[in-house]
């Protein structure tokens, strides 16, 4: 290289520094054994230190090594097949705030084609982010009131039964015939009662709490999970529910919010439930949930039916819009916070349509590639 070769280079190199420093987005290029290469100021100041600290380091130093292993497997992926990748992640600052960010990542190669690195550009959703988590959570109280009164339903059997045991240890303290089998009996069978009672509170506080980053979970336990809240209420209404699984000795695993999704699911049993108990004051009807969860190619897939009559076909496109409700105190919160859970945060997709005399709402969430 002669020096006017040199001296191009060298003003090419500073002008794309100083490109890339006007950027307000975080930016750096990796080589492929995961050494950076090249950061601008912005993400200096992201990971706390200076774009000199950083060169020849790899991302262990700066990031949780969980995070670092999962993108470690991303990033030679996206060499092997040359495809642009998008990721949503959180990131902790070094006074703790937490700031959740999209990553688009795309494979940079050399002259010759072959594969020089990744370059990644961060962009900051922080706070659309925490508008949609504040969307979530007020939608998720707009069911409390239908939790407080399935666990009322849940708690009421127990409740009797502590209420018989304690008159039962009253008549055996009158007739003093109490001795230490009796009262260990009394306990252990009243702490029994409690322990579930308790259950069925941590459940309901685990529901409200958010899901901040995603994670693999199953779905039939999160049915189970649901269902530990709402099934006796379900059950007193005379609804029958029905799971169909493809195959019941397996897990059927998601990666995403799962709390979220729970809420989701939730909302849509509800609805269903409401529905069949209207009917059920109108006239002799036995109202039936049914839900079925399978894989295909692409896509985990839940179907959530019930047998309470169709949709008229003129509301039927408006159920995901925000405040659309045909329920007389209703929100028009639920489904459209379904379908932003569901489809912005779990790049998945949520329906619904008519099968006569039925209604099925279908949610796809995306199989996660190994």
């Known amino acids: 290289m002669n020096e006017d070769d040199y001296n191009d280079l060298s003003k090419r190199l500073k002008f794309q520094d100083v490109l890339l420093d006007t950027l307000p987005n975080p930016v750096?290029?990796?080589?492929?054994?995961g050494r950076f290469i090249r950061v601008n100021t912005c993400f200096a100041e992201l990971v706390n230190t200076t774009k000199s600290e950083i060169i020849g380091k790899s991302a262990y130093d700066f990031f949780p090594k969980v995070v670092v292993e999962r993108h470690k497997i991303i990033d030679q992926n996206i060499m092997k097949t040359y495809e642009p990748y998008e990721d949503e992640v959180p990131f902790k600052k070094a006074n703790g705030e937490i700031r959740y960010f999209t990553l688009n990542k795309a494979v940079c190669v050399n002259e010759d084609g072959t594969v020089a690195g990744i370059v990644c550009v961060m962009n900051d959703i922080t706070e659309r982010t925490r508008e949609k988590e504040f969307l979530i959570q007020q939608s998720k109280f707009a069911e409390m009131g239908e939790m407080i009164a399935s666990i009322a339903h849940q708690w009421n059997e127990p409740l009797v039964e502590l209420s018989a045991q304690i008159q039962k240890m009253q008549i055996i303290h009158a007739m003093n015939k109490i001795d230490k089998n009796k009262m260990s009996d009394f306990v252990n069978d009243s702490m029994v009662q409690i322990q579930y009672m308790s259950e069925t509170l941590s459940d309901f506080r685990n529901f409200l709490k958010p899901s901040t980053v995603k994670d693999k979970f199953g779905i039939k336990q999160a049915l189970r999970e649901i269902f530990d809240i709402v099934g006796k209420q379900i059950f007193y209404f005379n609804i029958n529910v029905n799971f169909d699984y493809k195959d019941d000795s397996d897990e059927i695993f998601i990666y995403g919010y799962k709390n979220e999704l729970?809420?989701?699911?939730?909302?849509?049993?509800?609805?269903?439930?409401?529905?069949?108990?209207?009917?059920?004051?109108?006239?002799?009807?036995?109202?039936?949930?049914?839900?079925?969860?399978?894989?295909?190619k692409d896509f985990n897939i839940i179907e959530i039916c019930d047998n309470g009559g169709s949709i008229a076909d003129?509301?039927?496109?408006?159920?995901?819009?925000?405040?659309?409700?045909?329920?007389?105190?209703?929100?028009?919160?639920g489904l459209y916070m379904a379908k932003i859970i569901v489809e912005d945060k779990m790049s998945g997709k949520i329906e619904v349509r008519n099968n006569h005399e039925n209604v099925i709402f279908t949610i796809k969430i995306p199989l996660v590639k190994k």
Not at 28 to 33: E, G, L, Q, S
Not at 314 to 333: A, S, W
């Open 28 to 33: 750096y290029y990796k080589d492929t054994i």
């Open 262 to 296: 729970k809420q989701v699911l939730l909302n849509i049993i509800n609805n269903a439930k409401n529905k069949l108990v209207k009917l059920n004051e109108e006239k002799d009807f036995k109202g039936i949930i049914t839900i079925k969860v399978h894989t295909c």
């Open 314 to 333: 003129e509301i039927m496109n408006q159920l995901f819009e925000p405040f659309f409700t045909t329920k007389v105190n209703g929100t028009g919160f």
